[in-house]
Antibody
């Protein structure tokens, strides 16, 4: 079955760029579905960051759009998140997930285990 | 931007009770609504999509109903393992999550 695994630095300095990668196993990214990033600040609710299709089409949360870039690496069967100019408010558990639906209107299943990212100097 | 409002924010119920959680969208979203369960320290898991379609493998004690803007998640015969936070999520012309409903077992 499909599995997703996030990886990246657990600590990022303010004003720098947060970079995470999601490795997908058990399913080829190019076979369909959408691939998303979501996050959850400590003790708070869920927030959608953005979604990418294997052809490179992207869909972003309007509140984060100016700072987010998603990309896909089909040979490695993985996709990535870059979030620029981070502040303490970006401290969160970051999840990658597979999206079903159309053109960025997606629900997500399954999710990766998540990776904690802290923004601090 | 779409806003999703869940109520209540928390509830406490006994084993065997039937529990209902509400979710309201700020505008019409047809049936483009999903429900997730997140147990403490765990990853969110999809329960329902398209407002009422149960994900394969999810207990039939969970059911969803409604059509934009008002939706309901019902948990029948509440069990101890249902203690969790439940989130609704819209996916029609934008994605947004509700604030969550924490379900505790008395």
């Amino acid at each position: 079955q499909v599995q997703l695994q996030e990886s990246g630095p657990g600590l990022v300095k303010p004003s720098e760029t947060l970079s995470l990668t999601c490795a997908v196993s058990g399913y080829s990214i190019t076979s369909g579905y959408y691939w998303g990033w979501l996050r959850q600040p400590p003790g708070k609710g869920l927030e959608w960051i953005g979604t990418i299709y294997h052809d490179g089409n992207t869909y972003y949360n309007p509140s984060l759009k100016s700072r987010v870039t998603l990309s896909v690496d089909t040979p490695k069967n993985q996709f990535s998140l870059n979030l620029a100019s981070v502040t303490a408010a970006d401290t969160a558990m970051y999840y990658c997930a597979r999206g079903s639906g159309w053109n960025g209107d997606n629900w997500f299943d399954p999710w990766g285990q998540g990776t904690q990212v802290t923004v601090s100097s | 931007d779409i806003q999703m409002t869940q109520s209540p924010s928390s509830l406490s119920a006994s084993v065997g009770d039937t529990v209902t959680i509400s979710c309201r969208a700020s505008h019409a979203i047809s049936n483009s609504l999903a429900w997730y369960q997140q147990k403490p320290g765990k990853v969110p898991e999809l329960l329902i999509y398209d407002a009422s379609t149960l994900r394969s493998g999810v207990s039939f004690r969970f059911s969803g109903s409604g059509s934009g803007p008002d939706f309901t998640l019902t948990i029948s015969s509440l069990q101890p393992e249902d203690a969790a936070t439940y989130y609704c999520q819209s996916y029609n012309s934008g994605l947004a999550f509700g604030g969550g409903t924490k379900v505790q077992i008395k």
